[in-house]
Structures are given as C-alpha cells and as structure tokens.
C-alpha cells in the first residue's frame, strides 16, 4: 500500500493521506486484512458464512481466493500512477504468494499477527505511504519506510531471483524512494499549479508515458499478457 499509495486528494482537497482511497475501501463491511484461517476449509466455511448474514455475497478481503478464476487476489494496493509501478507491486505481490506457498510446503508455521495489528500497519501505509514510520513485518513495531521495504525485499528476493524479476524490482524501488510515490507526485504537481485540473493533467501525461524502449519488461509483465496466468 505505500508503494502504491496515490490517492491524497478527496473531495477537492488533500485529505493527508497517502492513499485515501484505501480509507473509503474500508468502509465495506468485509474489507480488511483477516485472521489466519489455517485451511482451506476453513477459508471457504467463513465466506459461506459471511454470505449468510445477507450482508455480502463476496468478502472483500485483503487478500482472498477469486470466485471467478483459479487466483489469489490481493486487494491491498491503490491504484498505481506511474504503470511501472504496477508491475512492481505484481512482481512483489507473485514473490509473497510463491513465498508463502514454499514455506507452507516446508512446515513452516505462519507468524500468527492478529488482524487488529495488521489494520494498525495498514493504516500507517495509508496515512504516510514511504514518507513516514511503517510497521515493520517482522518486530511488528514502527520503523523507517526504508527499513520495512527493504524486509519485504528480503523476503521475497529468492523468489524474485527465479523468476527473473529481481532487477526490475531494485530498480523500481529505487526509483520511487529517488522520485515519490503517486501521491507525492500530484502533490507536487498541486504545488507547481494551485489546480486539481492540473493535477489530473499531469496524471494523465504519467500514466500514457511512452515506455523506455531500451528497459525490457520483466517477466512478470510478460506474464500479465498470458490468459489463465496465476500471478
């Protein structure tokens, strides 16, 4: 989330959050991380149940298994600006799921953080996005958004390293931590123009940028272009 973060502005006026959007997110009944569900069946019991109440059909987890396509679908990120960057959070978002998946093969038990803790660090990646405190995966306490990223990294990096995609992740993180986020890029660009309209203008010339013909995509780009791909 505060990789992705870019969504300052509400209504007109910036909200102080990086990813705002993620705060109207969650205001859904269903929306938001969830406890350890340990199994399959007890996955798909608490979806029945959730129907059930007559209040959703589909939860909106955070992370949850598609009702439609033989996926894993991870509802956490904004929505990006820069499209390099959407790449980025799917190179991310493969190398946990893949890492997961390994480290459940191998018995390892998952760290059991309670629901209420993850919202606390979801929070802060909303508030901040990278230019503030996050909570750090592992101490569960606040640290340096470099710090907490760089534990992600190191997590994932075997994962990353197989498929190719470890470059273009260091690149890209790189990249944001030197320029900003989507939200610190339309906060300058409100800051140059003193207008919302401006702002959108400068999104729209981001988001349709020619891409650079001599950075091939990554792997996990090439894979998006795939049907029935499970990233």
Same mark, same amino acid.
């Given at each position: ?50 129907? /059930? ?6 939860? #909106?987890?955070? /992370? ?31 190398? *946990? ?47 340096? /958004? ?26 890209? *993180? ?23 309209? #401006? ?12 891409? #650079? ?19």
């Amino acid at each position: 989330m505060a990789l992705s973060s870019n969504s300052p502005f509400w209504n007109g006026t910036d909200s102080g959050y990086a990813s705002f959007r993620t705060q109207a997110w969650n205001r859904w009944s269903s929306a938001g991380p969830t406890e350890i569900f340990g199994s399959a069946q007890a996955y798909h019991q608490r979806v029945a149940d959730l129907a /059930a109440t007559g209040v959703v059909n589909n939860p #909106d987890f955070d /992370a949850r298994l598609s009702a439609r396509h033989p996926t894993v679908e991870i509802r956490v990120s904004d929505v990006c600006l820069d499209p390099r960057d959407t790449v980025l959070i799917a190179a991310l978002v493969r190398g *946990l799921v893949e890492t997961a998946a390994r480290e459940w093969k191998s018995g390892k038990e998952p760290d059991m953080v309670p629901a209420i803790i993850l919202r606390q660090g979801a929070w802060l990646a909303s508030r901040w996005g990278i230019d503030g405190e996050l909570l750090h995966p592992l101490t569960h306490k606040p640290d340096t /958004a470099r710090n907490v990223i760089a534990a992600l990294h190191d997590h994932v990096r075997d994962a990353l390293d197989e498929t190719g995609d470890t470059v273009y992740v260091e690149e890209s *993180l790189d990249r944001i931590f030197s320029n900003g986020t989507g939200a610190s890029l339309q906060r300058q660009a409100y800051a140059r123009h003193g207008r919302l309209a #401006d702002v959108v203008s400068d999104a729209v010339v981001i988001t349709h940028q020619e891409p #650079d013909v001599y950075q091939p995509l990554p792997p996990v780009a090439l894979s998006l272009l795939v049907p029935k791909t499970v990233v």
